[in-house]
């Protein structure tokens, strides 16, 4: 063999090898999945697994089957029953808050920012932005950038990040919303108001500051007292590192009390009236993409499904700061909330925040014991 057809035969066998190390990263074993127990220690199992696989600091799970819970879990350094940073999760308290206001006639769903924010919070580069419905703002339908590097509360503004800016300057236990939404009003919208589905936090920085507007009170105090407190939730506050991150992600609460809160979409819940949660489940117009097969509303996913809906929502925060006013800020986590259609519901927080691939595998191994159970527990599991 002449080293021409040496090197080219060697380069074959290299590039299989590397074939067959990119297959079996990401393709399934081919062997069939260990069968799970039918009890809740299903959900044990599989948090536990994944978390060893992908090396986990510290998690928690939380379970519920209708409106008692079943299982709180610890992994690592963190206890069941801790409170963690929500994220995005908090999304959805926003959005109740938001529709209590609604209830109480104080707002509709088809007001305007412009009538809704007081001009003291400055005039928007962009006119079309007061125009902006509460519904648009509630479905990431307002017009915003698209959430990479064109979201104008976290994203870029010239050329830095402008949340990033105002770290250095104020840092997060000085800095406001209205500081954010001072950089949010300098963007231009990217799209009609109505037309088009982004997912942005300015969309719901904007809710926050409508909530203070309207009932005359801070976002916390109001939400805290409208709407966790009648879930069953005491003194639930904002998170003290991250109360800049206010109605898009900034809530602190435990599994369990999450679980709590997610009653409020229950037909027998509490805080939301029939017709709000009606609204929370319509879906036409609110689809996410082309398929069709996901809807955003109330601060969650909806999925139809033969059982009835499905909601949900995933939280992720991955932010370093060394150089912020107090010093450096360095915080890694993932979170996910799913109340299926089917009667159980689950919570699950992580450190540190991992892959959309790791996430998605997460969020499938729950679903998967969610539908093995069959004998469910008289008291609740503490593992």
């Known amino acids: 063999m002449n080293r021409r057809a040496f090197v080219a035969s060697l380069s074959a066998i290299l590039a299989l090898l590397v074939a067959l190390v990119i297959i079996s990263s990401v393709a399934p074993p081919l062997a069939a999945q260990p069968p799970l127990p039918d009890t809740v220690e299903g959900f044990e199992r599989v948090f536990v697994g994944w978390a060893q696989k992908q090396g986990i600091t510290g998690g928690t799970l939380a379970v519920a089957r209708d409106v008692r819970l079943v299982l709180i879990k610890g992994y690592g350094d963190r206890r069941g029953d801790d409170r963690v940073l929500l994220a995005s999760l908090s999304k959805a308290i926003t959005a109740v808050c938001v529709a209590t206001l609604v209830q109480q006639g104080r707002l509709s769903f088809a007001t305007s920012l412009g009538d809704s924010l007081p001009r003291s919070l400055g005039t928007p580069v962009d006119p079309g932005l007061r125009k902006v419905t509460i519904e648009q703002l509630l479905t990431h339908r307002a017009g915003f950038g698209d959430g990479h590097g064109g979201d104008p509360a976290t994203g870029e503004l010239g050329g830095e990040l402008a949340f990033h800016r105002l770290l250095r300057r104020r840092g997060p236990v000085l800095a406001e919303a209205r500081d954010l939404w001072a950089n949010v009003i300098r963007f231009r919208l990217q799209n009609p108001p109505g037309e088009v589905y982004r997912y942005t936090n300015a969309a719901y920085l904007a809710l926050g500051l409508i909530i203070e507007a309207v009932s005359a009170r801070p976002y916390e105090e109001y939400c805290a007292s409208a709407v966790l407190a009648p879930a069953g939730i005491a003194n639930a506050r904002l998170d003290p590192t991250w109360r800049i991150l ?135 599991v503490k593992q």
């Open 246 to 380: 206010g109605a898009f992600g900034g809530w602190r609460l435990s599994g369990p009390e999450y679980l709590a809160f997610l009653r409020v979409f229950r037909p027998d819940g509490p805080v939301l009236d029939a017709e709000r949660r009606r609204w929370t489940v319509m879906t036409a117009g609110r689809e996410m993409d082309v398929s069709g097969q996901a809807s955003y509303t109330l601060g969650v996913v909806v999925r139809t499904v033969s059982e009835g809906h499905n909601l949900s929502h995933r939280g992720a925060f991955d932010y370093h700061h060394p150089y912020a006013m107090g010093g450096p800020l360095h915080v890694s986590i993932g979170s996910l909330a799913v109340r299926p259609a089917i009667g159980t519901s689950w919570f699950a927080f992580y450190e540190p925040l991992l892959t959309p691939e790791a996430r998605g595998e997460l969020d499938r191994e729950l679903w998967r014991a969610a539908r093995g159970v069959r004998i469910w527990p008289a008291e609740v």
